[in-house]
């Protein structure tokens, strides 16, 4: 049964004297409870579940955003990249700039899942570096910046 003890904390291990015993005296050698497996009370830990294929989504989301505006500027820079992006005429060479991106993003998406389904990862971290390549993305598909490029 858990007690109150003077420091406002609980624990397990003081008898009604209020004294605590040594591991030693608690748990004598051979007896007590294997390493890892906890008090009996204590509910056993979770396992947590790979989340490689999320990170790898989130990731290659952003991957592809920066791939846009990388496309974006190089559209602008060299005419002759943006003939070969016009993929429907009268919509010009945004056609072939979204396909590209999406190119760059399914390769990237498979690419990233293959390597990272069957592993726990920082999702905060993902995100971050997600936020990174969507500040990339967003700063080449800027006017004033894309213009900077024009032939």
Not at 23 to 39: A, H, I, L, T, V
């Given at each position: 049964m858990r007690s109150r003890g003077t420091d406002g904390n609980f624990f397990d291990d003081?008898?009604?004297?209020?004294?605590?015993?040594?591991?030693s005296q608690r748990f004598p050698e051979g007896q007590g409870f294997p390493e890892g497996q906890g008090f009996p009370d204590?509910?056993?830990?979770?396992?947590?579940e790979p989340n490689g294929g999320i990170v790898a989504a989130v990731v290659?989301?952003?991957v592809g955003c920066a791939g846009l505006g990388?496309?974006?500027?190089?559209?602008?820079?060299?005419s002759s990249f943006s003939d070969f992006l016009t993929l429907y005429a009268p919509a010009g060479p945004l056609t072939g700039k979204v396909t590209v991106a999406t190119l760059i993003y399914l390769i990237a998406w498979v690419?990233?899942?293959?390597?990272?389904?069957?592993?726990?990862l920082h999702l905060f971290r993902a995100f971050l570096?997600?936020?990174?390549?969507?500040?990339?993305?967003?700063?080449?598909?800027?006017?004033?910046?894309?213009q900077l490029f024009l032939e």
């Amino acid at each position: 049964m858990r007690s109150r003890g003077t420091d406002g904390n609980f624990f397990d291990d003081r008898p009604l004297g209020g004294q605590r015993f040594p591991d030693s005296q608690r748990f004598p050698e051979g007896q007590g409870f294997p390493e890892g497996q906890g008090f009996p009370d204590e509910e056993p830990a979770e396992e947590l579940e790979p989340n490689g294929g999320i990170v790898a989504a989130v990731v290659a989301a952003g991957v592809g955003c920066a791939g846009l505006g990388v496309v974006t500027v190089a559209a602008a820079a060299y005419s002759s990249f943006s003939d070969f992006l016009t993929l429907y005429a009268p919509a010009g060479p945004l056609t072939g700039k979204v396909t590209v991106a999406t190119l760059i993003y399914l390769i990237a998406w498979v690419n990233l899942h293959a390597r990272l389904r069957d592993r726990e990862l920082h999702l905060f971290r993902a995100f971050l570096l997600t936020m990174a390549l969507l500040g990339i993305g967003l700063i080449g598909t800027f006017p004033p910046v894309y213009q900077l490029f024009l032939e």
